[in-house]
């Protein structure tokens, strides 16, 4: 069973950075699509990114187009979310999921994704 770990949130000024990783245990990491999702208070999970088994194709939420990069290294079994020019917008709990269904065509829909890891919080405020 494939296992995901969160980590590098935080919290940052508006217009900082922060580099996420998503780090994959338990089963072949290179047959998944990958994405990031993420979840405000009070609101429902949204897609942020996602990246093909390959890592050759991506896609991005139009809110983040520009200043957010979705990468993947297969030998460390970690896909990582840049994020630069942050804004309090971005602020919300942070997740990695991957989907065996769409490896090729990545998608923002949570629900073709099967595995989830625990989430990791990301602040912007000044």
């Known amino acids: 069973q494939l296992q995901l770990v969160e980590s590098g949130g935080g919290s940052v000024q508006p217009g900082g950075s922060l580099r996420l990783s998503c780090t994959a245990s338990g089963s072949p990491f290179k047959y998944y699509g990958i994405g990031w999702f993420r979840q405000a208070p009070g609101k429902e999970r949204e897609g942020v990114a996602c990246?093909?088994?390959?890592?050759?194709?991506?896609s991005y939420a139009d809110s983040v187009k520009g200043r957010f990069t979705i990468s993947r290294d297969s030998a460390k079994n970690t896909v990582y979310l840049q994020m630069n020019s942050l804004k309090p917008e971005d602020a919300a709990d942070y997740y990695c999921a991957a989907d065996p269904i769409h490896p090729i065509i990545p998608t923002l829909d949570p629900l073709s994704y099967d595995y989830w890891g625990q989430g990791t919080q990301v602040t912007v405020s000044s």
């Open positions: 990246i093909s088994s390959s890592g050759g194709t991506t």
